[in-house]
């Protein structure tokens, strides 16, 4: 027994340097499939809320008739944040209590929800849709623009990303039709401007909401969205006496679909992506979101579906892969 014990493990000793680096192998290899899983995961989410924005202009369209844009918001958001709320209660989240969070979630609420809702309803009323929808896609170089003049987030804007932005941009614009553009000019400037003014609204909105990270996003949508309630339901009384309407019943179906899913739903997988792909990444929907509308008027409206809208869409599907790509995948390639 004591020969056996005081012998020398040979094939212990030319193990040792073997296996460490097997293990430091397996461990990269791991992380690395990790990563791709994850990325997947938030590209699927990414398509799922552009597929769900991309169908909010058509109930927008269903319900702008009979029920105004101050009114149709202001039930979106007060429902959206009555359901969020009570989600957040029943998972346990407790509210922050300090002003200056909420002060913050006043902010975000104004510029993810109140403004840009009211700016595109109001806008559509006097533009065709597919100049609404090519202008509403402009998010991402609006990010691109402030990051590289205020120089936040300037680090990650890689030339990648602007050939992305650029790729998305002309994917959208040849898969809604370049005759769409033919009206920039002539049609109805102020609800151009409007239109413009909430895709602004859409690119600060992910910047402003980077400081909720710490916060859980169904704490951050209840919070957002119940302040973007405040300034909209006096609104709504004042300027446009909703007791008064007499709205049709797919009027009111399309916007409690806006409520429950367009909003609610949407905003927690929005506050979990400007986590994971960050600005950029997240507004990059905004051209998904256009495909999309091309894709459902295609499916549900009969429109022809053309081979610059195919190509348009080869080319979105590209500009998003080249944003949300994480820059260390090919430098851990060149390591």
């Not at 927008?60 to 989600?87: G, H, Y």
């Not at 949407?266 to 994971?276: E, G, H, S």
Request: proline share 7%.
């Amino acid at each position: 027994m004591r020969s056996e014990f005081s012998q020398p493990a040979p094939a212990r000793r030319i193990m040792v340097p073997v296996y460490p680096e097997k293990i430091r192998m397996s461990t990269q290899a791991q992380r690395t499939t990790s990563g791709q899983i994850t990325l997947v995961v938030e590209i699927g989410l990414l398509l799922l809320l552009s597929l769900i924005w991309g169908s909010s202009f058509t109930l927008i369209k269903v319900a702008v008739p009979t029920i105004p844009p101050f009114t149709m918001v202001a039930v979106r958001v007060t429902i959206a944040a009555m359901l969020l709320l009570l989600l957040a209660i029943a998972q346990g989240h407790a509210l922050p209590r300090q002003r200056s969070v909420w002060a913050a979630f006043f902010v975000q609420g104004l510029l993810q929800s109140a403004l840009p809702f009211t700016l595109i309803s109001w806008g559509e009323v006097s533009i065709p849709s597919g100049l609404a929808g090519v202008l509403n896609a402009t998010p991402p170089m609006f990010v691109l623009a402030i990051a590289i003049t205020t120089g936040r987030g300037r680090q990650a804007v890689t030339r990648r990303k602007i050939i992305g932005v650029a790729f998305g941009l002309a994917g959208v614009a040849l898969s809604i039709g370049t005759d769409a553009l033919s009206g920039v000019s002539t049609t109805a400037p102020l609800a151009q401007a409007a239109v413009l003014g909430a895709s602004l609204c859409y690119a600060l909105a992910p910047m402003w909401g980077q400081r909720f990270s710490k916060l859980p996003a169904i704490v951050t949508a209840a919070g957002a969205m119940s302040c973007a309630a405040i300034p909209m339901v006096p609104a709504a009384l004042i300027l446009e006496r909703p007791w008064t309407l007499a709205p049709t019943s797919q009027a009111v179906a399309a916007v409690i679909v806006l409520a429950i899913v367009c909003t609610a739903l949407a905003m927690v997988i929005y506050f979990r992506l400007i986590r994971t792909l960050g600005p950029l990444g997240t507004t990059s929907g905004s051209y998904l979101r256009a495909g999309f509308a091309v894709a459902l008027g295609t499916a549900w409206l009969g429109e022809r579906f053309t081979l610059s809208s195919m190509a348009g869409m080869v080319l979105i599907l590209a500009g998003v892969v080249a944003i949300t790509l994480p820059p260390s995948a090919r430098t851990s390639r060149g390591n």
